[in-house]
């Protein structure tokens, strides 16, 4: 599976911005789409996920209801809505596939095993 991101970019604070991640190769076999984020210096953490069989989302508490994941399945194409923006949300943000079942929450990222490069976002 390939992941690409795109949409990221620098913003004020308050603003908002909408990332993409389009995959490709085996993305059928994937149950789990998420976001995650990651600071230099700090762990990389998961913002939000779906599941793509029933739809299930989780948010990071930091972004909930601000950031909205959706997926357009027939696009192979996962978005990220950002709204109101903070300056605590810049980072590095990676989308990730999983082909594993998870029992547990979606948002840990060692349950991910596809990875894209990641888009940067700043908010300053």
Known sequence: VQLVESGGG????????????TASGSYYDTNYMGWFRQVLGKEREGVAAIYKGAGNTEYAVSVKGRFTISSDYAENTVYLQMNS????????????????????????PTVYNYWGQGTQVTVS
């Open 10 to 21: 620098s913003v004020q604070p308050g603003e908002s911005l909408r990332l993409s991640c």
């Open 85 to 108: 923006l903070k300056p605590e949300d810049t980072a590095m943000y990676y989308c990730a596939a999983s082909s594993r079942v998870i029992g547990g929450t979606i948002l840990e």
